[in-house]
C-alpha cells in the first residue's frame, strides 16, 4: 500500500487517486484480470502503468496505433519511467537493443502494436522474459477493437487470445472507452479470464454537447471557431476525404491554422500533420474517422462533426478526445437532412449479412434520436449506456431548451404529397420537388407533371423550405418515410405513415432555437486564462511559453512537459520554494528535480534551492506559528 501511494506521488505527481484506480491497481498487483469501462481523460494509463512498475518483471502494452507510441514513451520517460516502444518505425539494430535492454530486465514499459505482438519472433521473446526478468502484465488498450460488431473491429485483436492461453499465469488487464453490454461481454470471453469488471460513469461533465441545423457547414464552422475556440487545438471531422480536403483548405484560407488527415494522403504526409496537431499549440485537424483512436493530447477544445456519425459509440469516443485536461470543451455536430439520407444509403448499399446491417441500422437509428432530441443530450447519451442522469445543464437543450409544436397536420401534408404525386405520375420525387409542391411553387418539373394541379398544391406556403426539410428529417429518422438511394433519392411512404394519415399517431417537431454561445476570454485563449486575474494570466501566459521552448528542444509534444492545468495551478499558487512546488498536481520528483528552478524563476520566486524549512529557519514569517502564537 505504501509503495503503491509513493508510486502515485512521487512519479506521477499526483496525492490522490480517481474513481476505482486503486481498486484496479490492486487487483492487477495481486495478479487478477480486469476489464476497465473509463471514459477517455478518466485516468486509464495509471491503472496499468502502476502495476507494471510495482510488479517484478516487463509491463507490455498492445497499443493499436504505432504513431502514438514514441509520444507515450516520451512522456513516460519525463517522470523517469524506463519506457520503450517495439514497432516497424525501428531499425533492426533499434529493434535487437530494445529486445536486449527487455531482456536484460532494464525497461518498465514497452508498447507494442497486435500485429507486432502476434509474430513469432515476438511471442519467442515474451517466452524468454517469462523465464528471465518475467512478465509483469499485459494492458491491452483500445480493447473494443475486438468485437467483430464494433465500430473499430480489427482482426488482430481477436488472436490476441493467445496471451492467455500461453502466458496464463500473467495478468490482463483490457481497457475501453467505448463499450455496450455485448462488447464487454465479447472482450471478457476473448481476451480474459474470470476478469473483475470495472465501469466508471461515462459522463464528461466539462463537455458540452451542441447540434446545429446544417446549412452552410463550412461557415458555420468557422465561426464557431471564430466565436468560441480562436486559437486553440480542435478536431473536426468529416465523412467524405474530399470534404475534409474542402473544409480545411477553407479553413486555411480564413485565417485559421488547420491541417488534413485521411486515408487518401501519403503516409509520409498524413503522419507529419499527426505529429504537428499533438506538438503544436492551437492546430485544428480536419479529419475522416481515420484519425484519433489513442489521441493523447488533453488541452483539446473542441471537437466538431460536420457529418453525423453512424453510431453513438463512434460519436461519444469521438467527442471524447475533447478536454482531457478537465477543463470546459465542446462537442459541436451541424446536422441535416442528407446526414439520415447519406448513412442510410451506406447500410443498405453494403455487402455486410443482413443481420450486421439490421444492429447498425438500429446503433443509427440511436444515434438519430440523439440529434433529434429536444431533452436533455447528456442524459439520453448515457442511458445508451445504462446509465441514468438527471438534465445536465450543459448542453444545448438545457441551456436554451427548444420549443415543441404540434406537427401532426403538416406531416399529414408532406405524406399526402408524397403519395398523391407518385399516383399522379406514376413515379417518386425527391424531397426538393415535394417542398416545392408543398409550397406553391410552380417550377419547370412541377409544370411539365401537372403537380400544380393537384389539392396539396400550395397547401404548405405558410411554412419555410428550411421548416419542411426540417419536418421531413425527423419522418425519415422515425422510418415515416423511406428514401429510395438506387433511383435518385426519391422518397416513399413506409407503412408506419398510415398511422399519421388517418390520425392516430402524433408528431411532435422542436422549434429552431438560437445557439448558446460561451464568453471568449482575452488573448484568444477562452478556456485556458478563464478564471485567472492578471497577476496570474501573465504567469500562466510566460510558463506557457516556456513549456513550448521545452518542448521544442525535447522533441516532444507541450503536453508531455507539463498540462496546461499543472501551468495553471502554478500560475494561480505561485510556489516559492521545491517542495511547494512539488505539491502541485502532475509534478512528479523527475520533473521536480529537472524543471524546479526555471518554473520558480518565471514565478518569481525570491530564493529557488529553498526547502520550506529553510526560508522559516532564515526569516521567513511563518503563518502557521504567527497563528499559533
Not at 163 to 168: P, S, T
Not at 333 to 345: F, I
Request: hydrophobic share 40%.
Amino acid at each position: 500500500m505504501d509503495r503503491l501511494d509513493s508510486t502515485l506521488r512521487d512519479v506521477f505527481g499526483y496525492k490522490d487517486f480517481r474513481g476505482f484506480q486503486r481498486g484496479v491497481i490492486e487487483h492487477l498487483v495481486a495478479g487478477g484480470d480486469a476489464l476497465v469501462l473509463m471514459p477517455t481523460g478518466g485516468g486509464k494509463s495509471l491503472t496499468y502503468q502502476i502495476p507494471a512498475l510495482l510488479r517484478p518483471g516487463v509491463g507490455i502494452v498492445v497499443s493499436p496505433l504505432i504513431a502514438l507510441m514514441a509520444d507515450q514513451v516520451a512522456a513516460l520517460e519525463e517522470l523517469g519511467v524506463r519506457a520503450a516502444a517495439l514497432n516497424s518505425t525501428l531499425g533492426a539494430a533499434e529493434a535487437a537493443e530494445v529486445e536486449r535492454r527487455m531482456r536484460a530486465g532494464a525497461i518498465d514499459l514497452v508498447y507494442v502494436a497486435p500485429e507486432r505482438l502476434l509474430t513469432e519472433r515476438c511471442l519467442r521473446l515474451l517466452a524468454d522474459l517469462q523465464a528471465g526478468p518475467g512478465i509483469a502484465l499485459f494492458a491491452i488498450d483500445e480493447a473494443h477493437c475486438v468485437s467483430q460488431w464494433g465500430h473499430d473491429f480489427r482482426p488482430d485483436y481477436g488472436a490476441l487470445a493467445v496471451l492467455r492461453d500461453r502466458f496464463a499465469g500473467v495478468p490482463r488487464i483490457a481497457l475501453t472507452a467505448t463499450a455496450d453490454v455485448p462488447t464487454r461481454r465479447e472482450i471478457a470471453e476473448r481476451l480474459l479470464v474470470e476478469p473483475r469488471v470495472f465501469v466508471a460513469s461515462f459522463d464528461r461533465p466539462n463537455i458540452r454537447y451542441r447540434v446545429v441545423e446544417k446549412h452552410e457547414p463550412r461557415e458555420q464552422l468557422l465561426r464557431f471557431i471564430r466565436d468560441e475556440h480562436p486559437g486553440e487545438a480542435g478536431i473536426a471531422y468529416c465523412l467524405a476525404r474530399r470534404t475534409v480536403d474542402e473544409v480545411a483548405r477553407f479553413l486555411a484560407d480564413h485565417g485559421v491554422h488547420a491541417l488534413r488527415y485521411h486515408a487518401g494522403m501519403e503516409p509520409a504526409a498524413r503522419a507529419e500533420n499527426q505529429s504537428r496537431f499533438q506538438r503544436e499549440e492551437g492546430c485544428v485537424i480536419v479529419a475522416t474517422i481515420a484519425f484519433g483512436m489513442g489521441i493523447d493530447k488533453p488541452d483539446v477544445r473542441f471537437v466538431a462533426h460536420l457529418d453525423m456519425p453512424k453510431s453513438i459509440e463512434g460519436y461519444f469516443q469521438e467527442t471524447g478526445r475533447a478536454g482531457r485536461d478537465g477543463l470546459p470543451a465542446d462537442a459541436w455536430m451541424a446536422y441535416g437532412l442528407a446526414d439520415v439520407v447519406q448513412q442510410r444509403r451506406l447500410i443498405d448499399q453494403s455487402d455486410a449479412e443482413e443481420s450486421y446491417k439490421r444492429l447498425t441500422g438500429a446503433k443509427l437509428d440511436s444515434m438519430l434520436a440523439l440529434a433529434e432530441a429536444a431533452d436533455c443530450r447528456r442524459a439520453r447519451l448515457l442511458a445508451y449506456f445504462g446509465e441514468a442522469s438527471a438534465p445536465c445543464g450543459n448542453c444545448d437543450n438545457c441551456l436554451a431548451p427548444p420549443a415543441l409544436r404540434d406537427a401532426t397536420e403538416d406531416a399529414r401534408k408532406l405524406l399526402s404529397t408524397i403519395y398523391r404525386c407518385q399516383q399522379a405520375s406514376g413515379v417518386g420525387f425527391a424531397a426538393t420537388h415535394m417542398i416545392d409542391v408543398l409550397r406553391g411553387k410552380a417550377t419547370d418539373k412541377v409544370e411539365r407533371f401537372g403537380h400544380g394541379k393537384l389539392s396539396t398544391f400550395g397547401i404548405g406556403a405558410d411554412r419555410s423550405e428550411a421548416e419542411w426539410r426540417r419536418l421531413l428529417r425527423q419522418l425519415v429518422a422515425q422510418h415515416l418515410v423511406e428514401v429510395d438511394y438506387d433511383h435518385f433519392n426519391v422518397l416513399r411512404l413506409a407503412d408506419a405513415s398510415r398511422a399519421v394519415l388517418r390520425g392516430e399517431r402524433r408528431i411532435e417537431l422542436r422549434m429552431q432555437v438560437r445557439e448558446p454561445r460561451r464568453r471568449v476570454a482575452k488573448y484568444g485563449r477562452a478556456v485556458a486564462v478563464e478564471g485567472l486575474d492578471d497577476a496570474a494570466e501573465a504567469i500562466f501566459l510566460r510558463l506557457r511559453e516556456w513549456r513550448a521552448g521545452v518542448a521544442r528542444e525535447h522533441g516532444v509534444p507541450a503536453y508531455v512537459v507539463f498540462h496546461d492545468g499543472t501551468l495553471r495551478a502554478i500560475a494561480q499558487q505561485r510556489p516559492r520554494s521545491h517542495d511547494a512546488l512539488g505539491q502541485i498536481a502532475g509534478i512528479g520528483a523527475a520533473k521536480l528535480e529537472r524543471y524546479g528552478a526555471a518554473v520558480l524563476d518565471l514565478v518569481g520566486a525570491p530564493d529557488r534551492r529553498l526547502t520550506e524549512e529553510d526560508e522559516i529557519e532564515q526569516g521567513r514569517p511563518d503563518e502557521g506559528a504567527q497563528r499559533d502564537a
